[in-house]
């Protein structure tokens, strides 16, 4: 993707955050125990959006630092985890100083990431064994009603979004493992269309096109065997658990 169209794209989620905050799913447990290790104190979730995984962090009891780039996000964030320490500031200048957290975790969002400038960030502000937890949650799309589901979006995103983006954190890491989380995301039949009205590229388009995408998603969760008449629907999910150890 060129780069206005990237920062476009990552500026879209500033629109909607509560809707986001809604309907995307948040992270399972065992995603999460992989994420920080267990002797973590401070935490820095980066790209928080609306406070999705640091809630889940804040909840474990974890001191966290929150930074987040877009405004309606952070404001989301702030409402919803008033003792979070949140900051504006990007994967690529993190506002805060050297080896000052044990973890960082960046949810949904390596991809939007300048990556080098990114991962050079992330060790500095690690101390040393530090960790970096990745995690994307990818629907399941050899589940034929799922994978109906994702052709949609993925027509809508063009190519330059295909799925497939993985992390290269560098020479600064070490023990770079993957684990897949398998879990059901249970939601009703609206909360499919409103999933798909997230997406970044959803939300960039044209507001006819946009109407049209979200009438192309109900009319097949209204119509495919598997959702058809339901009035809840277990989306299956495979969370992609990226870790690796700052040297
Ligand atoms: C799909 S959302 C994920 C938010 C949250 N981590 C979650 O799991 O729900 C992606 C987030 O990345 C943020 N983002 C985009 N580019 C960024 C960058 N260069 N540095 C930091 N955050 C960025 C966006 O503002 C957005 O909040």
Redesign the pocket.
């Known amino acids: 993707m060129d780069p206005d169209r990237h920062a476009e794209h990552?500026a879209a989620?500033t629109q909607n955050a509560d809707e986001?905050a809604a309907v995307?799913p948040g992270?399972p447990d065992a995603a999460v125990d992989l994420l920080v290790p267990p002797d973590a104190h401070d935490v820095l979730?980066?790209?928080?959006?609306?406070g999705?995984?640091t809630a889940a962090l804040v909840a474990r009891g974890l001191h966290v630092v929150a930074?987040?780039?877009?405004d309606g996000?952070r404001r989301e964030l702030v409402a919803r985890l008033p003792q979070v320490e949140v900051h504006d500031?990007?994967?690529?200048s993190v506002p805060l100083p050297d080896a000052s957290v044990d973890a960082v975790t960046?949810?949904?969002?390596w991809h939007?990431?300048?990556e080098p400038a990114?991962a050079a960030e992330v060790s500095r502000v690690l101390r040393p064994g530090g960790t970096l937890g990745i995690v994307w949650n990818d629907r399941d799309e050899d589940v034929p009603w799922v994978g109906a589901y994702g052709a949609l979006l993925h027509e809508a995103a063009g190519p330059q979004l295909a799925r497939g983006t993985y992390p290269t954190p560098g020479p600064a890491f070490t023990d770079v493992l993957r684990t897949d989380v398998r879990w059901d995301h249970v939601v009703a039949p609206e909360d499919l269309v409103r999933l798909a009205g997230t997406r970044s590229y959803a939300l960039v388009l044209p507001p006819d096109e946009r109407a049209a995408l979200l009438g192309r998603v109900r009319e097949l969760v209204a119509t495919h065997p598997a959702t058809a008449g339901r009035d809840r629907i277990a989306v299956p999910y495979v969370t992609r658990v990226y870790t690796a150890r700052r040297l």
């Not at 930074?67 to 877009?70: D, S, T």
């Not at 960046?106 to 969002?109: G, P, W």
């Open positions: 990552a989620f986001y995307r992270y979730d980066l790209a928080a959006g609306t999705k995984l930074v987040e780039p877009a996000m500031g990007t994967a690529e960046v949810a949904q969002a939007w990431f300048d990114a």
